[in-house]
């Protein structure tokens, strides 16, 4: 073997296609499947009466029973709209709270022990109160949900602000960047995919908030649906609305997920 292949065969090496892994997707669909299924089967065996637990075509009968009325059509848009509008107003304010916390030592000292003792307060905790100060209608129940959105954004800016290399921080010193132009210009882009992940708690978090809300205080929804199912003894409205939430909430994260994998694919 010469030198010339001798350098020639690393570099078809080099050259040489890399097998992709082998896309699984369908795993995360087998447990779903199986839970239908052992749900079909339970119902048909008789094991439960069906205001205990309906059975899958029951279900389906109440989404086209409400979908006829335009209900069901009406109460997710409701929840959706809350959940986004909350998710928008917490995560903002997560961002700028986390950001003014994590960049400053001063503000770390002053904040860090007060949001970290309210961060620990249960969601139902808030809803009184927030009835008090706001009244009824829509203000308190997409402040609540903002709530539930802000600490988790919060809680990740500031880990991952901390976390940060000081020489990041020098070079942008260095290029004349201070305050909120070296945060939106260094320290953001350089806490992006934690952020990201932030921004997905933050929106699961949001979901969680938003049935807290609906459920006390609410005339529609999908909260508002699972206590009209319980006060009526439609166990299939509240199965229902369940299943809705389940979904609506995966399919936001999935969202989130695709942006969040495009930004890491772009840093490497």
């Not at 917490?90 to 986390?98: E, F, I, K, P, R």
């Not at 921004?199 to 459920?215: C, P």
Request: glycine share 10%; with cysteine; charged share 10%.
């Amino acid at each position: 073997m010469s030198v010339l292949d001798a350098g020639a065969a690393p570099a078809a090496a080099d050259r040489a296609p890399t097998r992709r892994p082998r896309s699984r997707w369908w795993l995360g669909a087998v447990v779903p499947v199986a839970l239908v299924v052992a749900w079909w089967v339970t119902t048909a065996a008789g094991l439960f009466l069906p205001s205990q637990l309906p059975s899958p075509a029951d279900v389906l009968t109440a989404a086209q029973q409400l979908s006829a009325t335009g209900a069901l059509q009406l109460n997710i848009a409701i929840s959706v709209q809350r959940v986004l509008v909350g998710f928008a107003c917490g995560a903002v304010a997560g961002l700028v709270v986390g950001g003014l916390t994590g960049s400053s030592a001063t503000a770390y000292r002053l904040l860090s022990p007060t949001l970290g003792a309210l961060r620990a307060v249960p969601s139902l905790a808030w809803v009184p109160l927030l009835g008090l100060w706001i009244g009824l209608g829509e203000p308190p129940k997409i402040t609540l949900v903002a709530i539930g959105a802000f600490f988790p954004v919060y809680t990740t800016v500031v880990s991952s602000l901390t976390h940060l290399d000081p020489a990041l921080v020098e070079v942008g010193r260095a290029y004349g960047r201070r305050g909120l132009g070296l945060f939106t210009s260094v320290l953001l882009p350089a806490t992006a995919p934690a952020l990201l992940s932030g921004l997905r708690l933050g929106l699961a978090q949001s979901w969680l908030f938003l049935v807290a809300a609906e459920l006390i205080s609410s005339s529609i929804g999908l909260g508002y649906q699972m206590t009209n199912g319980q006060n009526t003894s439609r166990t299939d409205q509240v199965f229902l609305a369940i299943i809705l939430l389940a979904l609506l909430g995966k399919a936001t994260d999935l969202v989130l997920g695709v942006v969040e994998n495009r930004v890491k694919a772009s840093r490497e």
